[in-house]
């Protein structure tokens, strides 16, 4: 079965948070954003990433106030804004062809996750959606990759990830997933490592590329 990931995989997403943070901590008066908040909110969910932000900066906020806002910033983009990584609807397409189960497994907010698939009409292209606040575990917790299995009823060699991000490709695999990385700007500096947790052929993987048929 195919697990793709949605932003920074299907979705060509990931730059508007960058944007958002900017924006967002712009509000009170940060000017700039440090290197490693960025690398910490990037790798962990929504949750751990509020309280982080509340902590780091000390903001007046409770996480879940920066959460609202995230979420009210990032609305319009997911809804209709932001485009799919070049040929990600025709690998979806032609997985469903090939008889190749597919679902969506993503740390992003339900609410803007569903936003995205309705606006490129995503959902009958795939059969089940799992998101990481809905599971209760983020998704650099390998044992978040065995639930989802355990869900699907599926042994872990049989679950294939397509993912952007070095850490959550590292979870999949100590899962005993099967991982292909699919290239993203945000984590042009971590190529090598993506390469190492991959494996051979299997970063950069192209959606325009061939299926690779292990099920």
């Given at each position: 079965?195919?697990?793709?990931d949605l932003d920074?995989?299907?979705l060509?997403s990931?730059?508007?948070?960058?944007d958002?943070?900017?924006?967002f901590?712009g509000r009170?008066?940060?000017?700039?954003?440090?290197?490693?908040?960025t690398?910490?909110v990037t790798h962990h969910g929504?949750d751990d990433?509020?309280?982080?932000?509340?902590?780091?900066?000390r903001?007046?906020?409770?996480?879940?106030?920066?959460?609202?806002?995230?979420r009210e910033?990032a609305r319009?983009?997911?809804?209709g804004?932001?485009?799919?990584?070049?040929g990600?609807?025709?690998?979806?397409e032609r997985a469903r062809?090939?008889?190749?189960?597919?679902?969506?497994?993503?740390?992003c907010?339900?609410s803007l996750c569903?936003a995205?698939?309705?606006?490129?009409?995503?959902?009958?292209?795939?059969?089940r959606?799992?998101t990481a606040a809905?599971?209760?575990l983020?998704?650099?917790?390998?044992e978040?990759?065995r639930?989802?299995?355990?869900?699907?009823?599926?042994?872990?060699?049989d679950c294939?990830?397509?993912?952007?991000?070095?850490?959550y490709?590292r979870a999949?695999?100590e899962?005993?997933?099967?991982v292909?990385?699919?290239s993203?700007p945000?984590?042009?500096?971590r190529?090598?490592?993506?390469?190492e947790?991959?494996?051979?052929g299997?970063f950069?993987?192209?959606?325009?590329?061939?299926?690779?048929?292990h099920?």
């Amino acid at each position: 079965m195919y697990f793709f990931d949605l932003d920074g995989t299907l979705l060509d997403s990931n730059g508007v948070w960058l944007d958002i943070d900017v924006e967002f901590l712009g509000r009170f008066g940060i000017g700039s954003v440090p290197e490693d908040y960025t690398d910490y909110v990037t790798h962990h969910g929504f949750d751990d990433s509020a309280r982080y932000t509340r902590d780091y900066f000390r903001l007046p906020l409770t996480p879940e106030e920066i959460i609202s806002a995230w979420r009210e910033m990032a609305r319009s983009a997911y809804a209709g804004q932001l485009e799919l990584k070049p040929g990600a609807r025709g690998f979806l397409e032609r997985a469903r062809a090939s008889g190749i189960p597919r679902a969506l497994l993503t740390s992003c907010i339900p609410s803007l996750c569903s936003a995205a698939l309705e606006h490129h009409r995503l959902l009958p292209l795939l059969d089940r959606v799992f998101t990481a606040a809905e599971l209760g575990l983020e998704k650099r917790d390998p044992e978040l990759y065995r639930l989802v299995a355990r869900l699907c009823r599926l042994e872990a060699g049989d679950c294939v990830l397509f993912d952007d991000s070095p850490v959550y490709c590292r979870a999949a695999r100590e899962a005993g997933w099967q991982v292909y990385g699919v290239s993203d700007p945000v984590f042009d500096d971590r190529a090598e490592e993506m390469r190492e947790v991959c494996g051979p052929g299997r970063f950069p993987f192209d959606l325009r590329s061939p299926l690779p048929l292990h099920l």
